[in-house]
């Protein structure tokens, strides 16, 4: 099958190289092909002077014509992602038409697995009875395609499937083949680029596609096809996945969200998610077109049907069609009752005057009653088809789509609470209070029903802001129901007081309410420093000590909700330091909760690269220590993984099965990752002391390392590319302390060094073999094949150093203007880097990277003829735009300059796929 992608990949590039040739000359294909071949001959051969030939060509190619070379190099890398992603998808089919067992991280295969072990009837209806599974969409800045490129992306896709599927003659395969060259045209001549920053809005409307493209469908039929395999009724299943969102409500260094843009973000689901349910509506008063003549139907029906007023003459012996044309002129009343305009397009005629409803469960109510009537009439076929589907979306979708999550920094609570208490009583101080003080004053706050904010007052705008943003929430909840906004987020949580003073903020609102002993949204912080990981567990058990607070959580079903931040522990402690400490927080926070008879809902905070978190889904969720997952997992899906992830619905739908079977396979084994010698913690934990040790040296210890990050990578570029609303940094300086960490991991992706994903593991294991000896190899040779924590992570370093080319990081570090900095920094780089090559492949026994993972081998190799050009013309156009901007050249020929740079971080970002 492999032979079928290369033929993809080959049918996509010849088109794109034709197209190229058509529109910008033979002159430029020709150069594109030299550069490719020359890039080649660099990679595979570590040919000289085919980098000194790439050097002077590209030195002395015209702006211009470097931007079209670099946008062909991109468009060549983002077409092999879609055919490769397109191969994905025709394996999986292949196996499944082929009758072979269900493949690992399927639903099917978790099942099977569950019940082989013991799991039985009873206690997976409790696993799913109980279950909350969500992976929530958020706005970070590493998606660098446009909408405008990836609706073609989208259309390519879907004319590689046709291709596959439905093309059977010689008339029908080049009917498509010329609709993929009108397909790859449009791509070419579409602007790569965002010539504004993204609004909040914006990236709001881009995360709504992907409810359209995929989740609409792909997460009913993932329950229908649950309910089948435990061969239980349809739709008795109660909600155990759902998808939640970020973006609206992420205010953590995010100055453009407030409490309008929140109230603007829900208004779009709820416009989105009604709009999808009057459309499923005119569908089924289409479709059931079920006649008294032939059918009985349920008198509740005949209720619902007189709803509709006087109906045609041809329609008044068909009571589904007019139940269903009274319940969409409900849903259109609910539309315009809730977003104040009716909704668009032609609805329900005839003057009747519908009620909105009152909720999503009066809707619901609503199309059970049909769902009734068709089952016990002979047409439970009927029932089970587009109706089910509906029923299930509402369920899980509601009036809102995705409950958006409130985030901000722990710092911004403190000062508003800090002035809200120095006006009520002042000489409070209490920004000077020691953390006693501080959380004996706000446990007194929560006791009162007794509000701190006046009417009367004038605030800082700050806190105005975030007094707005807790009103406006509990606005929405008066709107559209509590599950509109569940959860609110601290950042940087490193005390008990940081959870008091969100509380206090709540209580504000209404949301939380002493007297009822009521919380209306769960209060759950993020712990993202090393510092902070190891403090964790202490706190909560601080927390949940308090009887007012336990005694809030009876209203949240006895589970709390906890946050770990993968991104700023791996910049703060390296990639391995992380890993460990973030496993050791999970243990301690289980234990924590389990002595308090309390639920942990454990949310990850992970990025698309493994140097914040990222990885495969299946292998993360098994490798969690028992207690931490209990069928609660939320976990975020960041930047360009999430169109990766869900931008088609087939994939879509594997990615959606891989968590639950995942949580599924955890809860129902969680002794799986539990160490099987007594030794293995205490080794893995000698091995991130001495990482922690190498990383913190180089990163914040080395005297100007800060100035080579600036210089050898795209961070000053990276910090003016349109990709998000969020600021690069959180500080107006270049610190390293400062500067957010998707920026961080992303910049060292693009010069190919990777350093976030791997560096201070060889260190690591030099000193741990040098303290032990042989036995020390053994040692870790074993907790390789027996751990699933170890291997774990080192499966994920294995996949990112293959993706670093530390000769192509080279010409990068030629960037720098100090010679003799450039020399120690990136000398360390490139000794530290083999030095972790090398001691990885003996622990793994493999003689290259990826040896134990041939398909993400192909996948990478397959890239480098796209990937390694951009690179080398990246730093070509890295020199101009420095050299131009040192000579104060005019603002035009910069512009030029810099979208070449931004061309080419588009295109690396876009084939290394997992890169920030």
Known sequence: MDEALREDIRLLGRILGETIRAFDGEETFALIETIRQLAVRFHRDQDQVAETTLEEILGGLPQPQVN???????????????????????????????????????????????????????????????????PVLTAHPTEVQRRSILDQLDAIATLLTRRDRLAATK??????????????????????LRPTKLSVLDEVENALTFFD??????????????????????????????????????????????????TEALSRQAERALAYYIGEARRLRRDLSLALLHVEVAPEVLELAAEAGEPPLHQRDEPYRLAMAAIQARLAATYESLLGRPPPGRQISGGMAARAYDSPRAFIADLEIISRSLSANGAA???????????????????????IDLRQNSEVHERTIAELFEIV????????????????????ELLTSRPLV????????????????????????????????????????????????LAVLLKEAGLLRPAEAALDVNIVPLFETIDDLRAGPGIMASLLGLPSYHALLTSRAMTQEVMLGYSDSNKDGGFLTSG?????????????????GVKLRLFHGRGGSVGRGGGPSYQAILAQPKGAVQGQIRLTEQGEVIAAKYGNPEVGRRNLEVLVAAALVATAEPEIAEPPVAAFPAALGDLSDAAFAAYRHLVYETPGFESFFWQSTVITEIANLNLGSRPASRAKNRSIEDLRAIPWVFSWAQCRIMLPGWYGFGSAVRAFIAARGAPGMALLQAMFQDWPVFSTLLSNMDMVMAKADMRIAARYAALVEDVSLRDEIFGRIKAEYDLT????????????????????RRSIVNRFPYLDPLNHVQVEMLRRHRDQIAEGGEEAAQERIRRGVHISINGIASALRNSG
């Not at 978790?110 to 009875?129: C, E, H, P, T, Y």
């Not at 498509?176 to 060259?181: A, F, G, N, S, V």
């Not at 088809?385 to 809102?400: E, I, P, S």
Request: hydrophobic share 45%.
């Open 68 to 134: 079209s070379i670099t946008r062909a190099f991109g468009f060549f890398s983002i077409l092999a992602n879609i055919a490769e992603d397109h191969h994905h998808t025709r394996r999986w089919r292949a196996h499944l038409v082929a009758g072979s067992p269900p493949r690992e991280g399927s639903l099917a295969a978790g099942i099977a697995r569950v019940r082989a072990n013991g799991f039985d009837d009873a206690a997976l209806q409790g696993f799913f009875s109980a279950a909350c599974i969500s």
């Open 171 to 192: 008339a029908e395969h080049e009917e498509i083949e010329t609709e993929l060259r009108r397909a790859v045209l449009t791509m070419w001549q579409t602007r790569m």
């Open 213 to 262: 493209t995929t989740f609409f469908a792909e997460v009913p039929s993932l329950y229908a096809a649950a309910e089948q395999m435990l061969g239980v009724d349809r739709g008795s299943l109660p909600s155990f996945l759902e998808v939640g969102s970020w973006i609206g409500g992420d205010r953590d260094g995010n100055p453009f969200v407030d409490a309008q843009i929140l």
């Open 381 to 403: 076929l009927l029932a089970d088809g587009r109706l089910a589907m509906l029923l299930r979306a509402v369920r899980v979708f509601g009036w809102t789509l995705a409950p």
């Open 425 to 444: 009583a002042p000489g409070t101080d209490y920004l000077a209070c020691n953390e006693e003080s501080r959380v004996a004053l706000l446990t007194r």
């Open 454 to 501: 006046s009417h009367h007052v004038t605030y800082s705008a700050e806190t105005v802001k975030e007094l707005a943003i807790f009103d406006a929430a509990r606005a929405a909840h008066r709107r559209y129901g509590k599950a509109s906004i569940r959860t609110a987020i601290i950042s940087k949580t490193d005390s008990l007081s940081d959870l008091l003073e």
């Open 580 to 596: 460990w400490e973030l496993y050791r927080a999970e243990i301690g926070l289980a234990a924590v909760f389990a002595a308090r």
């Open 837 to 856: 090559r090398a001691y990885l492949l003996e622990i793994t026994g493999q003689t290259a990277l990826l040896d134990r993972n041939p398909l993400m």
